[in-house]
């Protein structure tokens, strides 16, 4: 349709000055018309995109966005120059040719384009903080170097006594970190340790709860009682301990903020596995065979057949494996009897300031075990994942403890890479 128009407009223009005695080659009159009304088109249609999103009235995490936006679009109408219409003299026709080569939008258009893709962004980042789930604030901490321990708090246990109660939170997540010292802060536990530990995470179901609640810390800032940082932030309360320097608080409060709007780098967090089928390698113990990843590359030299320690010959990377094979004269039954003992004096065994120790049975290939996790909340924490499996062919308890502290940098998702190197045993 359009190009039928403008072919219209050229015939009569042709005619007119035709029949005046006047021949005037509207080529380029043609062509600049055809590009004037595509770019009109694009801004018309990035106006009422722009237009629509603010009519949505969908919150932004930053409030600021929604005048920057109306302000690019009062911009984009006064910059809007409306068609020429059909000349009628060749002084016209000279004139609007000149208003069409003078014609760009393009700068609009980015500005424009710029403002709303950034509002997009701010509704779609407050979208990830409005009342988020519990497993949500779980993955988000756990992709933050430094958190070592992380423990969401039931009804049972929550400290304040306050989780889903009116204007309460609707959970509340505790985190330790590797920069606290964990033997001056009392408790067995990461929820007993509190936000003294490292931090926790308050998420309420409104943003007013939230401020209600912020506000309500602030009254302590200062204080002998302030407990830390606190920052708003959606409906979610980050708070750091005061065991931390200001330059830590806010360091640490900036990588949880950006965990949680997705806003960190792909290999920032404990993301990737070190388990390669290719390059992994295979230990025999107690009849048992294990593939290990390949980033244990090195083997302690006071390892033997019955026990080997193994670590990465990366400085950086703080992170164990020890396997172990201990022959009893026991039989299947026997084990079962002794097994939850065996486990519990192996943990004892692993540091004196042991707290969150989690138990469960296994069978892995036909092998009965119990396996289990831990934080050894020492000065530096580190988080230990275990088990020990009986195989009653040699008659041999295999123990498997794995274990990094807060100041590894790798990326490596070491909790993933044991539950593989689980799965890999085989007997022999």
Known sequence: MKKKTSLLIIMTLFLYFTGCG????????????????????????????????LESHETPLDSNLIAELETAISNAKTARIDLPTTPKTEAELLQSVELLQNLNYDSTLETLENAKTTLEKSIYQYSLVDAPTESYIIDCLSKVHGIMGISAVTEENDPNGQ??????YISQVYFLSNLVDQTKIPGNSVIEKGTSGGGSIEVYSTLEDAQKR????????????ASGSHTVIGT???RTSHELTATQQKDLEQKIVDSLLNETTEDSGRTISGYNLSSNQTITIGGLSIAIPAYFDVKDELSTAQYMHFYPSIEEYYCSLIVTAESLEIDNPTFETVKNDLVTALIESCGENIIDTKLAEINISNLNGVRFSCIDAAEIPSLLNGCIIF?????????????????????????GDFEKLLNSIQPI
């Open 236 to 238: 979610v309360i980050i």
């Open 22 to 53: 006047t021949q005037i080659d509207l080529t380029e009159y043609n062509s600049l018309i055809t590009v004037a009304q595509e770019k009109t088109t694009e801004l018309d249609s990035s106006i009422l995109e722009s237009e629509q999103l």
């Open 214 to 225: 912020n506000d309500y810390l602030s009254t302590f800032d200062g204080s002998p009682l």
């Open 163 to 168: 989780l889903n109660k009116a204007g309460g």
């Open 391 to 415: 195989n009653p062919d040699t008659k041999a308890v295999i123990t498997i403890i794995q274990s990094f502290d807060g100041n590894d940098v790798s990326n490596y998702d070491y909790v």
